[in-house]
Nanobody, 121 residues
Framework: QVQLVESGGGLVQPGGSLRLSCAASESFASINVMAWYRQAPGKQRELVASIPSGGAANYVDSVKGRFTISRDSTKNTVYLQMNSLKPEDTAVYYC???????????????WGQGTQVTVSS
């Protein structure tokens, strides 16, 4: 079953903003780290931003000052506010969670299906 559901991608002009959301299902007993990765055509998937439970966010240098990751633990949801978007931000953005499913002893890695972000005039 789908455990991470992303939304909010789309087409935006350079300098514009988008907000991505990722909702985790209730099948998780606990979620440690939530993060956003992206993969542009012909490039490797890269970590954009991460936020651990109760910890501080981290960002890749290329998005610092423009992107903000936040987390609502009551809703098991992570957000990525993207401002001052550039064409080089164009990619498929993936939600990630390091989490433990209910009834399981060990955590695992989980991925969303990806959402396309295109920055173009």
């Amino acid at each position: 079953q789908v455990q991470l559901v992303e939304s909010g991608g789309g087409l935006v002009q350079p300098g514009g903003s988008l907000r991505l959301s990722c909702a985790a299902s209730e099948s998780f007993a606990s979620i440690n780290v939530m993060a956003w990765y992206r993969q542009a055509p012909g490039k490797q998937r890269e970590l954009v931003a991460s936020i651990p439970s109760g910890g501080a966010a981290n960002y890749v240098d290329s998005v610092k000052g423009r992107f903000t990751i936040s987390r609502d633990s009551t809703k098991n949801t992570v957000y990525l506010q993207m401002n001052s978007l550039k064409p080089e931000d164009t990619a498929v953005y993936y939600c990630y969670a390091a989490a433990r499913l209910k009834g399981r002893l060990l955590p695992n890695n989980f991925w969303g299906q990806g959402t396309q972000v295109t920055v173009s005039s």
